[in-house]
Each structure stands twice: as C-alpha cells, then as structure tokens.
C-alpha cells in the first residue's frame, strides 16, 4: 500500500460541466502524475509535477488543467467536460527521480 | 521518441503452465519496469529492471532484461489463476516520465 487515494472513484457527470478529481498522498513523495487509461490507447500522461506548484504537460493535457498546492494534494481538472473525456483516471506518485511509480485506485468518470 | 511494443496483446493459458510476455523497445532502455493490472483496479509494480542481462524474480514470476537493453520478458512458471490480469510494461524516458507498453491480457483456464 502506497498511502495513494482518489476521490471520487466514480463520477458521472453532464458535458459542459467542471470535474475536479483529487490524488492524495501520504508518503510525501515529490513527484505526482495523472494518467488516463482507454481501451486501445493504453496508459496515458495527462500532467505530471515535480513538487509543489511545479507541473507540466503529458502527451494528452488538452482539456485538463492541474494544481499542487501542498505536497500531498494534486487535482486534475476538467473545465469543461466532453465525452471523448469518459476515461479512467490513474494517479500515480514516485520518490525519486528514477525509479518505479505506485498507483492510485483509479478514478472511473463517465460524461454524458 | 521512444515506443514500447509488446506480445502478445492477449494470453490465453491452462493453469499450471508457463507462459511468457514480451516488451521491445524502440531505443536502449535504461529502466524498465512492470507491473500488474486486476481488472477494474489500480497497477501493482512488479519488478525494474536497469543492467543488461539483469534478472529478477518475485514468486513464480521472472523478468529478464536482454543485453543490449532493448528487450525485457516477464516468464511465469506454473501460471494459477492469481497470475490473471494485464501485463503492462513501462520504461523511462526523461527524468521524470515513463512510457508505457499496451499491455497483455492474461487469461487463466482451470
């Protein structure tokens, strides 16, 4: 166990309306990343950050936006929802600058 | 940039024998690691691999990185119907990010 969490797990929302999907963690890890995962496409980066207030776009950061305030907290944010935007979302976390990623749950939003 | 390809996209095996999975890379790895995903449910990181020729094994799960570092295989020995899940396969790219394989869907028969 990681001390990863996501919230919520699952989501269902309009097209059009915001969604803000929070990782938490209790390691104090300084790296975090948010992946989707969609049949076909496999694991994919949104945004990632290397410590608080620092972050940076992933291959598919369109239509998202992130913030990392404190060490332990980064959101991912829809503005505006779509429905190629139906994903699950993935947070991710790692202690070192090489090395393996741990997990979240995953987060399963549908848009309708 | 660099891709991932592995093989096969899906696994079918009766329980108790062996299989192996297959990830190749497009550039020298310099850090590659699996990892194991239940369906509906987060990854769970297996092993990492970084020098040529490295080997590791957790239970009766072994990944092997080849000498030039452009290949890695993950080898079960006497596959239960635990070992069942997709495969996923990542590898550095930047000091920050990983890239990942699509991932091998293993199915166990009883």
């Known amino acids: 166990d990681a001390g990863i969490t996501q919230s919520p797990r699952h989501k269902v929302t309009e097209t059009g309306t915001p969604v803000t999907l929070r990782c938490h963690q209790t390691?104090?890890?300084?790296?975090m990343y948010w992946y989707r995962q969609d049949p076909g496409h496999g694991l994919r980066l949104i945004h990632y950050?290397?410590?608080?207030?620092?972050?940076d776009k992933g291959e598919v950061s369109d239509g998202y936006s992130v913030s990392r305030s404190k060490t332990e907290d980064f959101l991912l944010t829809l503005e505006s929802a779509t429905s190629s935007q139906t994903s699950v979302y993935f947070c991710?976390?790692?202690?070192?600058?090489?090395?393996?990623?741990?997990f979240g749950p995953g987060t399963r939003l549908t848009v309708t | 940039s660099q891709e991932l390809e592995q093989s096969p996209q899906s696994l079918i095996v009766q329980e108790g024998k062996n299989l192996t999975i297959n990830c190749t890379s497009s550039?020298?790895?310099?850090?590659l690691y699996w990892y194991k995903q239940k369906y509906g449910e987060g990854l769970i990181f297996l092993m990492m691999?970084?020098?040529g020729g490295e080997e590791k094994s957790h239970e009766k799960i072994t990944a092997k990185l080849d000498e030039k570092k452009q290949q890695s295989s993950l080898h079960i020995t006497a596959s239960q119907p635990s070992h069942a899940g997709i495969y996923l396969c990542?590898?550095?790219?930047?000091?920050?990010?990983?890239?990942w394989g699509a991932g091998t869907k293993l199915i166990i028969k009883p």
């Open positions: 990542g590898a550095d790219e930047s000091n920050y990010q990983l890239i």
């Open positions: 991710a976390i790692k202690r070192d600058r090489i090395g393996e990623q741990y």
């Open positions: 691999l970084q020098k």
């Open positions: 390691e104090n890890h300084r790296y």
């Open positions: 550039k020298t790895l310099y850090g």
């Open positions: 950050s290397y410590g608080v207030k620092d972050t």
